[in-house]
């Protein structure tokens, strides 16, 4: 056989994968070429902050394993990186900011070996928040905020947050771990390790604190974000305070009121329960807020509420001696109109409805937007529809003048803009705004 016939003869065994030889050597180099060993730097290690706990796995690609890991040079005080097989791991809690580099090796089972190098400076407590401070302290949910201070009802407990500020320009939540603290003690009340805050029972202003690392919100000197126990200076503050929260609620919960249904309304009904306005059953009444869409056409922002009484029917405590809030969605015009210039009976001068539940636009059908008025209750924190035929809804004008300082209707104020909208009004003003800052219906 020729040399020539005898190539085209092996070529053919080749390739029908006969010969163990040819196979072998074909494989070998396409691994070799194709899955090469490579590791680089996790991004973990560019983020690192003084006092945090640190864990960063490096992770190599390609190669075979298992791999083996090893370093040179080092890592910031209170750091290290296991190695050896398995290893690879960053991890502790820097205790410096001063930087450290270090040069991490990998070896493959086949023994191939890749490296990458890297340095560690941890960022600092330095960074400026808007508080002017390393680290401020907020109320973001349940608080109504006032130029001054955060005004609180004794009752209620307030989750503080605090947010570290880095010299990277990162920010971390110091929340759960921060240590805090608030003065007067024991008259201020209390604080949990998780920066819940119950205000104290006496009239006055607290300080609340968190301390982080050595680094105390407002420097170090104790002047917090302030708290005030003292409730707002008449009830009819407090109805419209707690009319915000219960509003604020009632769409945080997935199965709370429908954004669809609240993005058609024209106005909304809030009548909050406490100890002291709860609402009763057969023939008792609930006092609360209206507040509608300014602007011509309900186009506009939500804005100053009225003063608004719920009387009649056999509505009342749900789960035996709970009270009980309710929100009513006012879906039309001539709802809105009638509330606001007579008594409204519903059922029989505005059609009313129990309201759907849930966030999917499928509950607000045609079904529901044939009723007037949408009606809705919570007891326990949960919230449910609830029939409220029968019932009686009109202004309280008496109330609106102890609110405002003057005589003003119900219809001033709502539809004409006679007064602005009152401090203990900004909570449920900026839940409606941000929730549904313009009218779909």
């Known amino acids: 056989m020729n040399r020539n016939a005898f190539h085209h003869l092996l070529k053919l065994f080749c390739l029908l994968g006969l010969p163990v030889f040819c196979f072998a050597q074909t ?46 040079g080092g890592f910031p005080n209170g750091m290290s990186m296991s190695t050896g097989t398995g290893g690879g791991l960053i991890n502790g809690t820097p205790s410096e900011i001063t930087g450290a580099q270090a040069t991490v090796t990998v070896t493959d089972a086949s023994g191939g070996t890749a490296s990458t190098s890297f340095t560690i400076a941890p960022a600092s407590l330095t960074g400026a928040g808007p508080c002017g401070s390393a680290i401020c302290v907020t109320a973001p949910v349940y608080a109504i905020r006032t130029p001054e201070s955060y005004v609180i009802i004794p009752s209620t407990t307030l989750q503080m947050a605090a947010t570290g500020f880095w010299s990277d320009g990162t920010t971390l939540d110091l929340t759960p771990m921060a240590t805090w603290a608030c003065t007067p003690s024991p008259a201020c009340g209390s604080v949990s390790a998780k920066g819940l805050y119950t205000a104290g029972r006496a009239p006055s202003t607290y300080h609340v604190t968190a301390t982080f690392a050595g680094v105390t919100n407002d420097g170090g000197t104790g002047a917090a974000v302030t708290a005030a126990a003292t409730p707002p200076s008449t009830k009819e503050n407090n109805r419209v305070a707690n009319a915000g929260l219960v509003m604020r609620e009632a769409l945080q919960l997935r199965s709370g009121i429908p954004d669809a249904l609240l993005q058609k309304a024209e106005c909304v009904v809030v009548i909050p329960s406490t100890l002291k306005f709860a609402v009763g059953v057969g023939g008792s009444y609930g006092r609360g807020v209206m507040t509608c869409r300014g602007g011509s056409n309900f186009q506009g922002p939500w804005g100053a509420p009225s003063m608004i009484a719920l009387g009649g029917g056999s509505f009342g405590f749900q789960g035996g ?17 009638s509330v606001l210039t007579s008594k409204v009976k519903l059922g029989a001068n505005a059609s009313a409805a129990a309201g759907p539940l849930g966030r999917e636009t499928a509950a607000a059908t045609d079904a529901f937007f044939r009723a007037e ?62 929730r549904s800052p313009s009218n779909k219906s």
């Open 321 to 337: 001696g709970q009270a009980t809030d309710f929100v009513l969605l006012l879906m039309n015009e001539r709802s809105a109109s």
């Open 373 to 434: 008025i949408l009606t809705y209750s919570r007891a326990r924190g949960l919230f449910a529809g609830v029939s409220l035929e029968g019932s009686t809804l009109r202004p309280d004008n008496r109330a609106n003048r102890k609110l405002y300082g003057k005589e003003v209707s119900a219809k001033g104020i709502v539809l004409q803009g006679e007064v602005p909208p009152p401090l203990s009004a900004l909570e449920l003003l900026s839940v409606l705004n941000s």
């Open 27 to 72: 494989t070998a180099g396409s691994r070799t070429e194709s899955n090469p060993l490579n590791v680089y730097a996790p991004p973990c290690v560019t983020q690192v902050k003084q006092y945090i706990a640190v864990s960063c796995q490096i992770t190599p690609t390609g190669g075979a394993q298992p791999y083996s890991y090893a370093f040179t």
